[in-house]
């Protein structure tokens, strides 16, 4: 990025022209924070539970390290080598390499994947917001007739009312919309400064109030007992799709993300730091929330009913519940903004440069448009909630195409590229700081990663 194109708000540590992260660590806890959702949350304690285990957490791990690592590299390196937007990226290595301009379009696919997701993710972030509200207001109390019928009934009324949603997935888009106009440092790198260690510590808070309220020994054994009866097909394809979308891969936010990173720092090392710190918050949300769930004798049922159902019927009748219940939707707000970050980013990084736009133009055009589009997932819960595209509602479609098209395509056309497009000379530059990882690297990525991924699109067909 020349420097007549930066429209950073703030300029005061660059490399070529573009910002980077003032220290190695932000950039591992921004990458955390991308890979740190709302799935890590509710689903793969849950995913990991049911299949095994112990026994589905170690196929997991090995999922993760022949596959979203190798990746991950490869991303963070893309961003880091050129210094690009996702779409200039591979423009920029793709003319290098000799190769077809046309590579570039997979750093748009990926672009666009980002904001696809986004633009439905914003929602349910709002449904974190909303609850965060009435929990801290008292809706679920212990003086309140409490049960599942009243508080499966307040999440239905939720999602049938058009209004509510709009007014709290705009609050939420708004958060966003300051944290991203604000630049690099000032903004994204102060926020997630401070979010990431806030996350961490609710996390800790709520597993000391279940380990002293719940069932801790039940949810132990949930977790971490290696059932290997359980460990089916089905569980090693479920782990190696989890492996696959909660790194965030294939949706332009590493490679966004890589582009800020130091150049002294290790890709590798990175990428390792990021997926242990992915893994272990999803593991130790599953010790925070199902030691409740065992101790009322409830199903820990995936999902959205797992969330906003059974939890606010058992904080309803917990110690301090109205405290820890607020504690506890706070920090689903905090994990799915860090995630809205890096999913915004991407965006407003292409738009900067391609139309030459100072950065709040570019958020500002992105959030607006975001707000359009979420409008068709809002209506699908409710007064358009008929089929639309191949059977499913607008807000399904979007979920199914970015998650089991856009992004296997993208995973695979990166491996591609980065295995068979780019000269040794490039990927020379590309892990200067890793020299040695890249023979090991290029096995991956050329052989395994690609393997994976067939496989993933073989089970979602």
């Known amino acids: 990025m020349s420097t007549e194109n930066l429209t950073y708000a703030d300029q005061t540590t660059t490399d070529g022209g573009t910002k980077i992260w003032r220290g190695k660590l932000t950039f591992i806890m921004a990458a955390a924070g991308s890979a740190v959702g709302l799935g890590n949350l509710w689903k793969f304690p849950y995913i990991a539970g049911e299949n095994g285990g112990g026994a589905f957490v170690l196929v997991y791990l090995a999922c993760i390290l022949l596959f979203g690592i190798p990746l991950m590299m490869a991303e963070i390196g893309i961003g880091r080598s050129t210094r690009h937007n996702a779409v200039d990226a591979f423009g920029t290595l793709a003319g290098k390499a000799g190769a077809n301009p046309l590579w570039k379009g997979i750093g748009g696919l990926a672009v666009t994947t980002s904001y696809l997701i986004l633009s439905f993710y914003i929602v349910v972030a709002g449904w974190c917001l909303y609850y965060f509200w009435i929990t801290a207001n008292g809706t679920f109390t212990a003086t309140t007739t409490v049960d599942t019928a009243f508080t499966g009934g307040t999440f239905e009324s939720l999602l049938a009312d058009p209004v509510t949603l709009i007014t ?14 604000s630049g690099i440092e000032k903004g994204i790198e102060k926020a997630i400064n401070w979010l990431m260690p806030s996350l961490m510590l609710m996390l800790a808070v709520l597993i000391g109030y279940s380990a002293a309220n719940g069932n801790f020994e039940a949810a132990v054994n949930f977790l971490f007992n290696a059932d290997f009866s359980k460990l089916s097909s089905e569980a090693i394809f479920i782990a190696i799709g989890h492996s696959f979308f909660t790194l965030s891969l294939a949706s332009a936010s590493i490679i966004t993300y890589g582009a800020y990173m130091p150049a002294k720092s290790s890709i590798t090392k990175t990428a390792f730091a990021v997926a242990g710190i992915d893994t272990l918050v999803a593991l130790t949300a599953g010790l925070a929330i199902f030691p409740l769930v065992f101790q009322f004798g409830l199903e820990p049922g995936a999902g959205p009913g797992l969330m906003f159902i059974s939890l606010p019927l058992i904080f309803s009748d917990m110690p301090y519940g109205q405290l820890f219940g607020s504690v506890f939707f706070f920090m689903l707000f ?36 975001l707000w359009v589009v979420s409008l068709g997932t809002v209506f699908s819960l409710n007064i358009w909630n008929s089929p639309v595209f191949f059977g499913k509602t607008f807000f399904d479609a979007l979920d199914y195409v970015t998650a089991n098209v856009f992004m296997s395509i993208g995973a695979i056309a990166t491996a591609v590229f980065c295995g068979y497009v780019l000269k040794r000379p490039q990927l020379d530059a590309m892990f200067s700081t890793d020299p040695q990882a890249i023979p090991v690297f290029r096995f991956f990525i050329r052989y395994v990663v690609p393997a994976f991924v067939a496989v993933l699109v073989i089970a979602a067909l």
């Open 168 to 181: 709290f997935s705009v609050i939420f888009l708004l958060i966003t919309f300051a944290i991203i106009s």
């Open 334 to 369: 905090i994990a799915a903004l860090t995630s809205a970050i890096s999913l915004m980013e991407p965006t407003v990084a292409w738009l900067e440069r391609r139309f030459s736009l100072r950065r709040r133009t570019a958020t500002f055009l992105t959030t607006l448009s």
